[in-house]
């Protein structure tokens, strides 16, 4: 971990949120992190698949980090409802091949019916699937970041020394 806060070179808090988000198994291992820390920095540009999307994912640079963005990206394109897209979620985390094949009917109709074209809600769909699987709630990755940050902040400033009274 510390070796990505020194690739990315953190500006704001919700950076660490991120980061903290980003560093798991799964996303280590699928290359999110790598392109995070690219658009970052500024090296990559975010992509947007749809003008709808840079609203939900301009924060984390053009890459989804959070369960709730995926949420929010079945809500605009597909016209999910929030429980709907809840219930996607839980179903892209099982990977259950029988449920997702249902869902991605499900995804590229209500895309269609919202004026997508059916190549383009599949190529959405393709896209969010593997990031749904190894997404992190957006409200665990703040806390954890804040109690990180808060550990680093007295380390520096309290290192070796009795805490104050």
């Excluded at 392109?35 to 975010?46: I, P």
């Excluded at 990206?73 to 091949?97: F, N």
């Excluded at 094949?101 to 896209?127: H, M, Q, S, T």
């Amino acid at each position: 971990m510390v070796d990505l806060l020194r690739k990315s070179k953190p500006t704001r808090f919700e950076d660490l949120a991120a980061l903290n988000a980003l560093y798991r198994p799964g996303a280590l291992d699928a290359g999110m992190v790598d392109e995070y820390v690219k658009r970052k920095n500024g090296t990559s540009k975010a992509k947007y698949l749809v003008p709808a999307m840079k609203e939900i994912l301009e924060e984390t640079y053009g890459v989804i980090v959070y369960q709730e963005q995926v949420m929010q990206i079945a809500q605009r394109v597909a016209g999910y409802s929030l429980g709907q897209a809840d219930l996607l979620r839980k179903a892209m985390g099982k990977k259950d091949t029988v449920i997702m094949a249902a869902e991605r009917i499900k995804f590229v109709e209500g895309a269609i019916a919202n004026g997508y074209d059916k190549r383009k809600a599949n190529e959405i769909f393709d896209y969010i699937e593997p990031f749904a699987r190894y997404g992190f709630n957006k409200s665990h990755s703040v806390a954890y970041a804040l109690v990180a940050y808060q550990t680093a902040w007295l380390k520096v400033h309290y290192r070796g020394t009795s805490w104050p009274r």
